[in-house]
């Protein structure tokens, strides 16, 4: 397989700008079709984005004979079977976070991967960008000595600017978004945590609906312990008073500590009674770095950024703080 092209399964909001465009930018990579259940929204989607194809229906889409590779972007309720339907039909699928609804929904995943010999990322594309590169580079070289504490707070106001607006805000609907907020931003940071530190050893938690302002929890607490006795714990707060806002990770060692956050471009070392600052600059199409990454474990030019199994991760922490 010498270039990949793409068919899109749900071109949303999120591919508009932070995913789709990267496809057509990355070398050895072109969309082919993108689909969309609203004919018209996909017409549009494709003009705009010069795109020559759209589809209302998924089959359709994964069954065209000149797509090799499919970008699952729907809502997580739909990924499991979209993606099976790929890969069954020789394709090779990169696929939103969070990955599946559930645990067992991923480890059917890798059982049908195993059996097509289809190729799978997960898009957990903060693993290629320069802050947590950098930070994981950090970690490595022992600066702050061995790490011991890992602290993560986020509190948001409802409705928070953070949060990705959808026409019919599927996001706090758990049935289609596995649990509410937690789960569409949790993953990220998770991801990065047992990317850096491993597979955790243990982890508990719970999550309640404090403020019941949808179906979805507001708010989850977890605790985890990695290897070398490192422990972890984090709140996720949904239904915070702007004055209280935050979102912020320290990563303290025996010498030093990181300050940053998953959602923004700077990032602190402090040490010896010093503190330095990294800024970093993102791609204006934010996957674009772990989409060039994809088409290169497709075409057998680097290892796989983020396989199921790493994925798998992230899902078995969430449900062991939420389930």
């Not at 020559?52 to 889409?61: I, Q, R």
């Not at 190729?119 to 011991?148: M, N, W």
């Not at 990032?267 to 934010?286: R, Y």
């Amino acid at each position: 397989m010498k270039d990949i092209t793409w068919g899109i399964l749900g071109c949303g909001d999120v591919t508009e700008v932070k995913s789709g465009p990267a496809f057509n930018k990355v070398v050895n990579s072109k969309i082919e079709a993108v689909m969309r259940r609203d004919a018209k929204k996909a017409e549009d989607y494709a003009k705009r984005h010069q795109i020559k194809k759209w589809y209302a229906n998924a089959d359709d889409l994964i069954n065209d004979p000149k797509i090799n590779s499919i970008y699952v972007a729907t809502p997580p309720a739909f990924h499991k079977n979209y993606a099976v339907k790929a890969m069954k039909a020789g394709k090779n699928v990169y696929i939103e976070k969070p990955v599946t609804l559930t645990v067992d929904e991923c480890e059917k995943l890798i059982e049908v991967e195993k059996q097509t010999n289809q190729k799978v990322t997960v898009a957990h594309y903060r693993r290629a960008l320069p802050l947590f590169v950098k930070l994981k580079e950090l970690i490595d070289s022992g600066i702050i000595g061995e790490v011991r504490i890992i602290d993560l707070k986020l509190l948001q106001k409802p409705n928070s600017d953070m949060i990705a607006k959808s026409d019919d805000n599927w996001r706090l609907n758990p049935e289609i978004s596995g649990g509410g907020l937690f789960f569409d931003l949790a993953p990220h940071q998770l991801d990065i945590l047992v990317h850096i530190f491993g597979a955790p050893i243990l982890s508990k938690g719970f999550s309640k609906n404090q403020a019941e302002n949808s179906k979805a929890d507001d708010i989850t607490v977890g605790q985890i312990l990695f290897k070398n006795n490192i422990t972890f714990s984090g709140i996720w707060n949904f239904n915070a008073h702007p004055n209280n806002e935050i979102e912020q990770c320290e990563i303290i060692g025996s010498t030093g500590k990181i300050i940053f956050s998953f959602f923004s471009n700077e990032m602190a070392l402090v040490k010896d009674g010093q503190t330095e600052v990294f800024s970093f600059e993102n791609p204006h199409h934010i996957q674009q770095n772990m989409i060039e990454k994809t088409v290169n474990y497709f075409i057998d030019k680097e290892e796989n950024p983020c396989s199921l199994s790493d994925a798998l991760l992230s899902i078995k922490l969430m449900e062991s703080f939420t389930r």
